[in-house]
């Protein structure tokens, strides 16, 4: 017997109401019926109530909502991460987590589900992201674990329609997990200088116990994010743009941040990839090393495009008639 959707939800809204036992109500031989979803006919048992696939799968489709958004796929068994990553694989679409024990949701979406999907089962790479990015679902799914939670996939869609999907399901299902309830948009996302500092300084401190259990040589924590910080700044390169910003944060005066001529050649000599030229002045015979091409150029006043290619050999002339350049 056919029986349209519509029939079911209007029980469900029964079911809600007087609180009874609904199997008894419409306990029966209502026989097999299908229903069709997105262009996809599924094959229900003839117990109507369950709303459940009869298949062999660990996923169950339910056809319930208050708000008429029916969830394509529920997985409830998250144990077996190999199905879920088959079932998506190269797939486009909107998931939810849902909290089985106080029914908070978040809402995503993704244009592979497998891809993003694995990076949720992974609790190394939520624990790492927590810190940085203070994301309250992934809080969430390690502080109650897989089994407190289900997963569902709201929607199959093309990847250029993505965002359009999940703004309507941010609207429709109100997700409380979600920080920013606009797809695609990081307004909203507000963390406090305090809570930046927690993170980071907890950061800090996991860093820390990882390298010295495996460290011989012990050493204090101070030390170790002195040490670390070195490290970093030997290997940061600061645009004009940056150091502004910090240099209007500390002063008060907004007087516009120029690099001298000195500044240029010590920034140059920092890089990683500096090679060291020498010049010799064919007219007295001096050759004077420079640490990099760019010092090199701004000392003879020409382009570094100049020196580097006399370096390679496709320019052998003698520059202005007058210097011969070499690598070190």
Known sequence: MLMHIEFYR??????????????????????????????????Y???????????????????????????FKVYLDLADVKTIYKENNRKSGIYRW??????????????????????????????????????????????????????????????????????????????????????????????????????????MVRLYKENSNSSANKIVFSEFVLNWLEKKVKKLELTTNKLQRIFDNITENRTPFVRSHTTRMKMSSF???????LVTDLNNGVTTSYPSARNAALA?????????????????KILNGRYLIKGK
């Not at 609180?19 to 996809?40: Q, S």
């Not at 056809?63 to 969830?71: A, D, M, Q, R, V």
């Not at 570094?304 to 320019?315: F, R, V, W």
């Open 10 to 43: 209007y029980l469900v809204q029964v079911q809600n109401r007087f609180m009874t036992n609904f199997y008894t109500i419409i306990k029966g031989e209502f026989g097999t019926f299908y229903a069709r979803n997105k262009g996809v006919t599924h094959a």
């Open 45 to 71: 048992s003839k117990n109507p109530c369950s709303f459940m696939l009869r298949y062999t799968s660990p996923y169950i489709v339910r056809f319930y909502s208050s708000k008429n958004t029916l969830p």
């Open 98 to 203: 849902v909290n089985l024990i106080n029914g908070s949701t978040y809402i995503g979406s993704a244009a592979d589900l497998t891809r993003r999907l694995r990076d949720y089962f992974s609790p190394k790479w939520l624990m790492k992201e927590s810190l940085k990015n203070n994301s309250i679902i992934y809080r969430a799914l390690l502080k109650n674990g897989y089994s407190n939670f289900r997963l569902e996939i709201l929607e199959y869609c093309e990847k250029d329609i993505i965002i359009e999907r999940e703004n309507y399901y941010f609207d429709v299902l109100k997700p409380t997990y979600n920080i920013c309830l606009v797809a695609g948009s990081s307004l909203g996302r507000v963390t406090k200088d305090s809570t930046r500092f927690k993170l980071k300084y907890a950061w």
């Open 271 to 277: 890089s990683p990839t500096a090679v060291t030229i």
């Open 300 to 316: 003879l006043n020409c382009s570094n495009s100049t020196i580097m290619n006399k370096l390679k050999g496709k320019n052998s």
